[in-house]
């Protein structure tokens, strides 16, 4: 079992900057791909981004790429995004997810998530 718990999100200005946290208990956190989704009012969850283990390999949606930054400590069993140049478009809740597929951007695939933050840019 794994329980995942995000943090950081908030009311940030188009341009400004968030990280988010994701921290998870269990000792399973180091063999699992972890992945952030995002979903706004009135619309289907979307992949943002993944982190493989063993290696950390990541993968992006083309519409954050450049801009957020996914992580790992799999010391402090805990994932980050780290958003920047941030637009109104980015406002949504954040979900925080792990799998043990190692790679997956499809949200059916991901067996634990956390119960999101919300991040909201103003224009």
């Known amino acids: 079992q794994v329980q995942l718990v995000e943090s950081g999100g908030g009311l940030v200005q188009a341009g400004g900057s968030l990280r988010l946290s994701c921290a998870a208990s269990?000792?399973?956190?180091?063999?699992?791909?972890m992945g952030w989704f995002r979903q706004a009012p009135g619309k289907e969850r979307d992949f943002v981004a993944t982190?493989?283990?063993?290696?950390?390999?990541?993968y992006y949606a083309d519409s954050v790429k450049g801009r957020f930054t996914i992580s790992r400590d799999d010391a402090k069993n805990t994932v980050y995004l780290q958003m920047n140049s941030l637009k109104p478009e980015d406002t949504a809740v954040y979900y925080c997810a792990a799998t043990s597929v190692y790679y997956s951007d499809y949200d059916r695939d991901y067996e634990y998530w956390g119960q999101g933050t919300q991040v909201t840019v103003s224009s």
């Open positions: 982190i493989t283990w063993a290696g950390g390999a990541t």
């Open positions: 269990g000792r399973t956190f180091s063999t699992r791909t």
